[in-house]
């Protein structure tokens, strides 16, 4: 089963409005998130085999720390259409994935994640910043179409921390 983990960015830092938006880094709660992500992934055994990201400062933040935390190695794709991207588009890009790739994972912004999330499971969904929707489907990357997969797992930050302090 191939499966696709997408994930909005951590929340990110609106103090100084000088800063364009694409360069927008990550706030406090954005820098505890991802990493807190990242291993929550790993422990769940959903370490990618490869990452996709937007390259806006606030989305290759989170994906560096979810990769380091994770298990991940490899590089990081940096991916310029995940910025201003439509569902199609990310959905086209999916479709070209290496047929070795079991577990993508990709990093993007709202409205289009949580569109893109809707679109594959046919689920309706909410995603918060640092959110993952994991969807897995069977078949080739290049069948990969709207209500193709299944909705296997949907991870919060705030999920992870009332299950730390409910032990």
């Known amino acids: 089963m191939k499966k696709i983990l997408i994930m909005r960015h951590a929340k990110s830092d609106w103090t100084d409005g000088s800063i ?3 360069d927008r880094p990550l706030n406090k709660r954005g820098k505890f998130a991802a990493p807190l992500i990242g291993k929550e992934i790993k422990k769940k055994g959903f370490v990618p085999d490869l990452i996709l990201s937007s390259p806006a400062l606030r989305a290759k933040m989170t994906a560096e720390a979810v990769a380091e935390n994770s298990g991940y190695n490899k590089q990081i794709i940096w991916n310029k259409s995940f910025y201003f991207g439509y569902t199609e588009e990310i959905i086209k890009t999916i479709k070209n994935t290496d047929e070795s790739i079991e577990n993508l994972m990709i990093f993007g912004h709202n409205p289009t994640w949580t569109s893109l999330a ?4 046919g689920k309706y969904l909410n995603m918060k910043t640092a959110d993952i929707v994991v969807v897995e489907f069977d078949g080739k990357w290049k069948d990969l179409k709207e209500n193709s997969c299944k909705l296997v797992d949907y991870i919060s930050p705030k999920q992870i921390m009332n299950k730390k302090q409910n032990k």
């Open 118 to 121: 809707e679109k594959l499971s």
């Open 20 to 22: 364009r938006d694409y």
